[in-house]
Nanobody, 120 residues
Framework: QVQLVESGGGLVQPGGSLRLSCAAS????????MAWHRQGPGKERELVAS???????NYADSVKGRFTISRDNAKIEVFLQMSSLQPEDTAVYYC??????????????WGQGTLVTVSS
């Protein structure tokens, strides 16, 4: 089994910053692509940023220049540094991690979600 634990969400004022973390554990042989998604009130879940094992990144247009995704391959962790936050960034943020298990199964695992609220 593979588990993801997210942390770092909370309430922040417009213009502020937050850093989200997501740590994977369990029967993991290796990790693959990792990503952060979000779902705002009344909206569909959308991709925020992704990062390959080698560090290639991709961002949604709405967060380019404000958010930075990074990863620690040794610890199987992914991070999302968010700056210049705006009310429209308010959402539940979910990490998604691709892994290969010791049984050589390829899985995509979702975190439980962490709420980010941007409000004055």
């Amino acid at each position: 089994q593979v588990q993801l634990v997210e942390s770092g969400g909370g309430l922040v004022q417009p213009g502020g910053s937050l850093r989200l973390s997501c740590a994977a554990s369990g029967s993991i042989l290796s990790s693959n692509a990792m990503a952060w998604h979000r779902q705002g009130p009344g909206k569909e879940r959308e991709l925020v940023a992704s990062i390959s094992y080698g560090g290639r990144t991709n961002y949604a247009d709405s967060v380019k220049g404000r958010f930075t995704i990074s990863r620690d391959n040794a610890k199987i962790e992914v991070f999302l540094q968010m700056s210049s936050l705006q009310p429209e960034d308010t959402a539940v943020y979910y990490c998604k991690v691709g892994v290969t298990t010791f049984a050589y199964r390829s899985l995509e695992v979702w975190g439980q979600g962490t709420l980010v609220t941007v409000s004055s």
